[in-house]
Nanobody, 120 residues
Framework: QVQLVESGGGLVQAGGSLRLSCVAS????????MGWHRQSPGKQRELVAN???????NYADSVKGRFTISRDNAKNTVYLQMNNLKPEDTAVYYC??????????????WGQGTQVTVSS
């Protein structure tokens, strides 16, 4: 069973930085997409950033230029460096990983989330 465990969330003042980490264990297949989503109260979960197996990246417009996604394959870890944080970045951040089996089936895994709170 694949497990994704996030860490690095917390309380920070506006303009500050945080780095989130997501460690994957029990992976059966190679990930095709790794990413971060977030959800704030009363809003739908939204994509923040993701990275394909080829290293290509995709960011929400609201975080471009402030957030950076990266990975360390040796550690089975994906990171989200968040700079110049704003109060509107306050949310629970979830790690997500899509894996594809040798038969082409896709498996979708989520972490349990880590809270990020940005005070003004």
């Amino acid at each position: 069973q694949v497990q994704l465990v996030e860490s690095g969330g917390g309380l920070v003042q506006a303009g500050g930085s945080l780095r989130l980490s997501c460690v994957a264990s029990g992976s059966t297949f190679s990930p095709v997409v790794m990413g971060w989503h977030r959800q704030s109260p009363g809003k739908q979960r939204e994509l923040v950033a993701n990275m394909g197996s080829d290293g290509s990246t995709n960011y929400a417009d609201s975080v471009k230029g402030r957030f950076t996604i990266s990975r360390d394959n040796a550690k089975n870890t994906v990171y989200l460096q968040m700079n110049n944080l704003k109060p509107e970045d306050t949310a629970v951040y979830y790690c997500r990983q899509l894996q594809r089996s040798s038969r082409g089936n896709l498996y979708d895994y989520w972490g349990q989330g880590t809270q990020v709170t940005v005070s003004s």
